[in-house]
């Protein structure tokens, strides 16, 4: 029996050519042909059995043979914003990851600490794209180009809003403690989570983002870097919102 070959088709129902990139994936090295069968994916939720109606040299149409809406594992969005690191490769691990635990959106913020200025996400998008049809989930995460700390605190965000941070002089409180109060885990808000760089967010960045509606959270007793505590957040996320 063939395995399923997935694709990444945004707006799949309202168009019959497959993107170029994933279109010259189907061809080149799946060698799929007419008639062959596929699905799509349109990263808002739904899949589409479709099959290969024309497979040309650099182009690949199909038809829509049925469409499968899928039911979201978890509740509410999840939205990390995270310092990015020095390394790239360890920003593309934790892309990766989040993605197939299952994120709403990622930003990245420039901070006082931080080590990385600029941040390309083109690279960054495809490695979403990559893990996401990995793990057969139709949702694509949002990734957002990096802004200063300030700039990102100016937009007015709904839901629950947290920074995690070090400082001991600032009371903070236990995040999956308060993710799994019942109140908070059978709604459908949408959950924030700052994460700093290596250094940490500045005294003032903390005290900043509490004015601005942020709570001060810790992510538990052990000390991580940035990218393990991003995931780590996104994972405890993922466990106190999960659809039963």
Not at 72 to 84: D, E, N
Request: include cysteine; aromatic fraction near 8%; charge should be neutral.
């Amino acid at each position: 029996m063939k395995e399923s070959r997935f694709f990444y088709v945004p707006d799949a129902s309202s168009q019959n050519e497959m993107p170029m990139d994933e279109g010259l994936h189907a061809l080149r090295v799946l060698r799929l042909k007419s008639g062959d069968e596929m699905f799509l994916m349109d990263g808002a939720g739904k899949y589409y059995r479709a099959e290969v109606t024309i497979a040309a040299t650099k182009r690949c149409l199909y038809r829509i043979i049925e469409e499968i809406p899928q039911q979201k594992a978890w509740r509410g969005r999840i939205h990390l914003v995270m310092s990015p690191t020095k390394m790239m490769d360890r920003v593309e691990w934790f892309a990766e990851k989040a993605t197939e635990v299952g994120v709403d959106e990622l930003s990245f913020i420039g901070c006082r600490f931080s080590e990385r200025k600029m941040l390309r996400t083109v690279r960054l998008d495809k490695i979403v794209v990559s893990a996401m049809k990995q793990s057969r989930k139709p949702w694509k995460p949002v990734v957002n180009q990096m802004v200063p700390f300030k700039e990102f605190l100016q937009v007015p965000r709904s839901g629950m809003k947290f920074i995690a941070h070090c400082y001991e002089e600032v009371e903070r409180e236990d995040l999956f403690s308060i993710l799994s109060l019942k109140e908070n885990a059978g709604n459908d808000d949408e959950i924030t989570i700052l994460i700093g760089p290596e250094g940490d967010f500045s005294i003032d960045e903390v005290r900043m983002a509490m004015d601005a509606g942020y709570r001060s959270i810790s992510l538990g007793s052990a000390r991580l870097r940035t990218e393990t505590a991003a995931l780590y957040a996104v994972m405890m996320s993922q466990l106190a919102r999960r659809v039963e």
